[in-house]
């Protein structure tokens, strides 16, 4: 859209016979134009990695990208909280470690990973300030994420994101424990976010039967 409107207006500074009111009218036009955002929610399901195909991905990356699968499975994190995530927000227990994760406008929310996965994490890239490191530096959310699906591309047959990692750990979440416990987790302000993007629960044909047996 951007380029569109780009090579729009690039066009008006060089057609000198349009005139200032037929140029004003159609910057008005342009400033209209919107992209539309992809339609989501229950279509977007059909993309989210199983359990199986999450287990694939996980054998079949290197070790690096292998353990980022599982934290953003364990952790339902944005790729950009993993990333920017510091080593000196963990609180470290037997088997429970404490991840205080900076989301979105500053927001804070506590997760939990399994302290065998943290200590493999740390042992595997050994961050100094960030946990998940390269020779001192911190990782592209934007490279991860693409590695992540040329992978998936490639081994299970469709593409898999780091935000459709996120999804099927918010999908589980909210048909096991409940929309509100999945809102936490997830970091949404709003229940209604979470049941529109994660909510693919429906009544099973038995469930229907004994909403309306008092019908029948």
């Known amino acids: 859209m951007k380029a569109l409107k780009w090579a729009v207006r690039y066009m008006l500074d060089y057609t000198p016979s349009l005139s200032i009111p037929e140029r004003w009218t159609v910057e008005q036009e342009l400033k209209k134009l919107k992209r539309r955002s992809p339609k989501v929610g229950i279509a977007k399901a059909d993309r989210v990695p199983t359990l199986e195909e999450l287990g694939t991905l996980e054998e079949k ?15 339902s994190c ?12 963990a609180r470290r227990g037997a088997r ?14 506590d997760l939990r ?22 020779s001192g530096h911190g990782y592209n959310r934007v490279a991860a994420t693409n590695r992540i699906r040329e992978l998936s591309a490639r081994t299970i047959g469709k593409e898999v994101t780091a935000h459709l990692i996120r999804h099927h750990r918010g999908t589980i979440l909210s048909e096991k424990f409940g929309i509100s416990k999945a809102a936490s987790e997830l970091g949404h302000s709003s229940i209604a976010t979470t049941k529109m993007f994660y909510d693919h629960s429906k009544l099973s044909d038995a469930e229907y039967l004994q909403s309306v047996e008092k019908q029948l």
């Open 96 to 109: 429970i470690t404490y991840l205080e994760i900076a989301g979105k406008k500053g927001k804070t929310r």
């Open 61 to 75: 990356a290197d070790p690096r990208l292998s353990l980022m699968i599982r934290f953003l499975e364990a952790t």
């Open 78 to 89: 944005r790729v950009s909280e993993m990333l920017g995530f510091e080593v000196g927000k």
């Open 113 to 134: 990973l399994s302290t065998v996965l943290y200590d493999a994490i740390r042992a595997e890239f050994k961050g100094v300030t960030l946990l998940f490191e390269h």
